[in-house]
């Protein structure tokens, strides 16, 4: 039987919306995972990094910023242990200085894509899906990856038609 993953990396705490800075509780990413998963069955994989960013922005824009300018691939709390059995993997991040934050390439490099389809969505604050979708082509090599879907972070949580429809054009529902 054919099954999905949903593997995720959203940060909660401090946050720029539309000019103001706010602390929130979910990250907008995982606001749109909490969506999806009234609309399929999957099985759901939180990014986590051991040593996560910090709760205030603007320190977590440097650290990432950091991360980025050195190709970082920062530890993971824990990995799933094997991806064997899933055909497709929807990929969800927030957009990072044009592509996904560097734990999502720590991710997407432990294990082997090819055959698979990556359905990648991205929240963002206006850049869309950056060269994301490119970088994961080049990372997972053979893995037939979908054109993503981009969400403005502050509106992750009426998202929910806009997902729906991209998950039925994908097959997934
Ligand atoms: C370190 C960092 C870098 C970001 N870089 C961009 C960017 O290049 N382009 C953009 O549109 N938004 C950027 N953003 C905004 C986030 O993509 C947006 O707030 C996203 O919805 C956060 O998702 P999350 O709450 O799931 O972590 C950045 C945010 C952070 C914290």
Redesign the pocket.
Known sequence: MSKTLIA?????DE???GGAMRY?K???????VNSMKDMLTADIFKIEMKEP?SPG?MT??D???KHLRSNARPELVSLPDRVDEYDTIIL????????M?MAVFTFLEAFDFSGKTILPF???????M?KSEKDIKNTCNGANVAKGLA????K?AGSETDVKKWLAKNGVI
Do not use: D, L, M
């Open positions: 995720f990396f959203s940060r909660a946050n720029y919306f929130v979910v990250g907008n990413t995982e606001i749109v960013y922005y977590c824009i650290q990432a910023k969800g991040y927030p957009n990072y200085w044009g592509t934050p991205c929240t963002n604050e206006g850049s869309g950056g969400i403005r972070g502050s992750a």
